[in-house]
């Protein structure tokens, strides 16, 4: 059992990620998450790939259905997502009761009715895209700079790796038919320099992760020959330019992401999983290069990516509007896609906390706590007019035309337990990472024999104490590193009851290395008093205001919280504001959550006739009206569960 | 000779438009503008209505040239609009010695030419449009939600009245046209409710302005039922829904504007002349509370409207970034359009306030100083990475693929002279009303005989000094009433050398009623002095910072005009700011121009590196750098003639 990204043993990743064999969660948001995944969003997506026409759209290619082909042309990847999403979901039930026994047949009846369907659609020579085959097929990879079909290849061979790597494809029908559609796409694109590159980069890392799982080296050759040649010009002529494909500069020059988010951030994991298998150091460091930058500019305080919703872009640097920026939900699947591949390759800390920062905030805020409806756009505000001012509520849906963002979600959901640890060894002997926190079992064989077994109990995110104890203990001593987030400042740290330092290593990790027993406890305290966060003074769009964080959680301000007449575009905090924790409670239509509230002033403008606009210190300049008040903050990730109101999470400070 | 909009002699407006028999404009920015209209930007939009194939679609149309229709379905508003351009310029060369000989003939012979291609194109029912004639001779009128054939329409229609009004027409043959063509509309669309409503409102305005120039009552009444009828789902289903296309509420109802800018103010313009000439006040109140709603809350300081990009919308209330509103040009002109009717409806002079921010400001900046390029969209900002970031760079074009704003850009620059001034009766006699100052000579013939000559001499807007001198006199008293902007808070006022009250009046008005004589001079001197003016708090896209204006112009800082090493988006403002006027100057590739300059704090944030967030007051708060410069300032309408440096209007206050 293993999960996204598995370095090939030729590989040089710094770190590997932990087994699974015998992980699981066992409680937190986390596993919520989880289990919304598989009781109502999977079952929906399912209804939805019949209802929006993708299983059709394969039936008539396979000429066993009459119609036309329905949808845009990358209506085949929601069908390889959801069965990637299903075969993550079904690694799960082997190990924790928690799937029935009817969910589990009808998931698995999916994947092998889905796998003997796209077995009949592929093409004797292993081309397999309905939209070319059915409504376009002389046009094949004609027009590749909009086609998708490398892409919705990528996503095939990535739903086959998930079935290989989850034994849910017993007789290998759906690997093979990736491989077949893989060895096609070397035959005709190996040769320099092929008929083109595909506008939407996702065939990289698909191509590498199926050349880990069967050893074909021509795939990660046709990887790494997609990456080298990107920033050539082969992607063909968009109105957007070259920037929105990725294609103006070689990956090995390009100093910053640019163009479609989505686009560049699937890229990029190409580009670090063909480095990482290659032991590409340089093409390694342009990416960690374009990481830096992008964390520092581009990134909202939710890890959002993609300021611009024209063209669906990264923005300018420093352009992170909180009302209009797209944050798109694939990019926050993207994204950590990317750092977990960083992390992987580095061992740095930083990865694994971009990676909760966008887990716990742009990327969970994007399905309803009740995992039945989407957004594809995260913004971090709503006005209160935004129903009715222009037409466009931004409201969550079940689906969409375009409907690349749900099942986006429910693959990473159904793969989160594969994140929270990693594995390394150095000239002291093994290190297990626990890379993220959360209720869960795990138990890793240690390469000098023996096995590493451990319980985490924790409350976490609600509570910071994060209680490990010791199930199994190999008989040689072994290092346990723990990720000290950032935000922590008073950390604490205790080996069955006695302190121990917590200051994280030059890596960001505090490190035990010791002989261990079974019945060891290791109890963690993570800092989470609230926080005042400001932004870089360049952020012209949240200039003067201040958000709220706790731990890995950033906080919002939703209107249903406050207190009557007091709206919260209005709201303004005090810069010393201190946060009183309300008791942890199970808010309805949200779950657990703890709410965090503070003295606050409602402040009213003064001129609401005329322009908006006075001068300053002039005679019409009577003072805004401002009151005292209270301020009830939420955690973002659990926002629009209850009605349409305003949100916002950054609020000005007085 | 007259402008846009002389309300029928029935009609019951409180102000009508000054008759421009004998006035020019004599010099000052204005005239500047309609020198490059002439002898730049008219020349070239002859040039491309060849080159992008708009009368090409035309002769096509006429059976007189080959191949297939070009461009989007409204390309022949793009002549309509180039014609009505040359009609008001071609008024000019009657009084002034401006153009050339060769230039009005060239000018003449495009109208005498274009007027009989139409003839020849027009359909023997009066429907005139190449769109449809060409490529889609079967769906006349089945779409108009998005045809624009009401549009277009609409168009020939103003371009008919304003070479009428000029005289340029002098056969009546384009008149011809737009009367067949509205003849054709009235069979049409006159019985309740006919087969829909246009998408894109324009015809409401052009067809009341067509009754005023030739009396058909018929007209009127479409143009009251186009009115009416808005708002009842008539206009057919759209992807962004009945308020983008501004049919969701009756227009007696709709409390606020709302969907596509340039739509909604067009509709404006047309529900202000309605109500104008059937006297339905209660139809011209509904307008004014939507004007009022709009100026409070989605209007930029320059008066740019329609302030997001996707949809081209008027936005939320107070959704008003600075960098990414699209202000498009084209909302520009069209709220001109709509507060030129207003003032005229109501003789209040807060609407020549907006008409003046806008043209100094929004408008003015949409054209390169050379009269050869333009911008679409006309922000607050540009940032430094403009050009590499999104492949996207914020320049203005020659012309456009949708080329709706340069031939907006022209129409209204041609016709300037006409908003200057208006006149009145009441009970005491006739009020001349100076609007607009700039140097130019005026003189009205009074309904109770005589004339009153005018001169104005003045370095407006550089200059706060307004000289008038009377240079005929009536032999009744008569007033003469000077709009007083509200920026200008120690405004003087002297007649012959003797001070009088500069108050103004409850409409915005110092009035002056006495017996005039031939050499009296009239001396308003207006308060220019530089201002910091800041933002009501509910704008969040720039809470904490402030602009620079000086009378009507706002102020921007470009990069070219900082010192060395000083970046535009470093730049802080004490609030006691106070600035330094530059002389004078005439500014390679700008013209005559003032700059402002002030000291300045350069702030650069200290965390490069991570997110650019940190905790307010925690650890790893190291102060910001600051260090002393200036900062230099230039009117936003001359923006972006001296490289595709950073600009910003709005700069933090420290």
């Known amino acids: 059992m293993h999960g996204p990204v598995v370095p090939s043993p030729d590989a040089h990743p710094t770190l ?5 064999t015998r992980a699981e969660l066992t409680g937190g948001p986390w596993l919520r998450w989880q289990r919304v995944n598989r009781e109502v969003s999977l079952p929906l997506a399912l209804g939805w790939l019949e209802k929006a026409g993708n299983l059709n759209n ?43 026994p009817a969910e589990r047949a009808e998931l698995t009846d ?13 093409a004797d020579d292993g081309y397999l895209d309905s939209a070319y085959q059915v409504a376009q097929p002389d046009a094949r990879y004609t027009k590749l700079v ?99 494909r990725q294609d103006h500069l070689p990956v090995r020059e390009a100093p910053t992401v640019t163009g479609h988010a989505v686009r560049g951030l699937y890229l990029e994991a190409g580009i670090v999983d063909v480095a990482v298998e290659t032991g590409d150091a340089s093409l390694l460091a342009a990416s960690v290069a374009r990481w830096e930058d992008m964390v520092a500019s581009r990134t909202s305080l939710t890890g959002g990516l993609g300021s611009r919703q024209v063209g669906e872009v990264f923005g300018e640097r420093y352009e992170l509007p909180p009302d209009l920026s797209y944050n798109e939900t694939c990019a926050s699947a993207a994204s950590v896609q990317w750092s977990w591949r960083l992390l992987l390759a580095t061992g740095e800390a ?10 716990f905030n742009a990327f969970g805020a994007a399905r309803s706590a009740d995992g039945r409806t989407y957004y594809k756009g995260n913004p971090l505000q709503r006005r209160p007019d935004h129903a009715e001012a222009v037409g466009d509520p931004r409201c969550r849906d079940e689906w969409f035309f375009s409907a690349c963002c749900p099942p986006a979600v429910t693959r990473l959901v159904a793969a989160l337990e594969h994140h929270a640890a990693t594995w390394s060894r150095d000239a002291d002997g093994a290190v297990l990472h626990l890379q993220q926190y959360a209720p869960m079992t795990l138990s890793h064989p240690l390469p000098d024999g023996g096995e590493f077994g451990l319980r985490v109990a924790t409350d976490y995110p609600w509570d910071g104490a994060v209680e490990i104890t010791v199930t ?8 346990l590193a723990l990720r000290i987030p950032p935000w ?24 035990l290395r010791r002989p261990w027993r079974v019945g060891d406890t290791v109890v963690l305290h993570l800092d989470l008093t609230p926080r005042l966060t400001v932004p870089h003074p360049r952020i012209d769009a949240v200039r003067g205001a201040a958000a709220v964080e706790r731990g890995p959680l950033v906080y919002c301000f939703e209107q249903v919280d406050q207190p009557e007449g007091t709206e919260v575009d209005e709201l303004a905090l005090a810069p010393d504001a201190t946060f009183e924790e309300l008791p942890l409670a199970d808010l309805d239509g949200v ?5 965090l509230r503070t003295a606050a002033v409602a402040v009213t403008g003064t001129h609401e006739a005329g322009l908006p606009y006075r001068t300053h210190g002039g005679p019409s300049a009577a003072a805004d009206t401002r009151r005292p008040t209270t301020a009830t903050a939420v955690p973002y990730y659990q926002w629009d569960n209850r009605g349409d109101g305003a949100m916002r999470v950054w609020v000005p400070l007085l």
């Open 591 to 595: 779950g657990r959550t703890l709410l």
């Open 146 to 244: 909009d086609s998708h079909e490398h892409y919705c290849a990528g996503h095939l061979m990535q739903a086959a790796v998930a079935a290989q790597r989850g034994g849910v494809d017993p007789d290998g029908r759906l690997l093979a038919v990736a491989r077949r559609f893989a060895d096609h796409l070397a035959e005709v694109f190996l040769p320099d320099p092929g008929p083109g590159l595909d506008g939407h980069p996702e065939v990289e890392t698909a191509l590498v992760e199926l050349y880990r799982v069967t050893g074909e080296a021509r795939y990660l050759e046709l990887a790494t020959a997609f990456v080298e040649r990107r920033g050539r010009g082969l992607v063909g002529d968009h109105k957007r330019g070259e920037r929105h």
């Open 58 to 100: 394969l039936r008539i290619a396979a000429g066993e259905a009459e119609g036309s082909f329905r949808g845009p042309v990358y209506m085949d990847s929601d069908v390889h997502k959801v069965l990637e999403s299903v075969a993550w979901e079904l690694q799960h039930g082997r190990h924790a009761d928690s799937a029935t």
């Open 110 to 122: 999916f994947v092998d009715r889905t796998a003997r369907l796209l077995e009949r659609a592929q």
């Open 16 to 20: 590997r990620p932990h087994s699974p």
């Open 350 to 359: 930083r990865y694994a906390d971009l990676i909760e920062r966008t887990l």
């Open 472 to 479: 199994r203990a190999p008989e040689r001593p072994c290092a």
């Open 488 to 511: 922590s400042v008073r950390t604490r740290l205790a080996v069955n009851g006695e302190a121990e330092a917590a200051d994280p290593d030059e890596k960001g990790y505090a490190v």
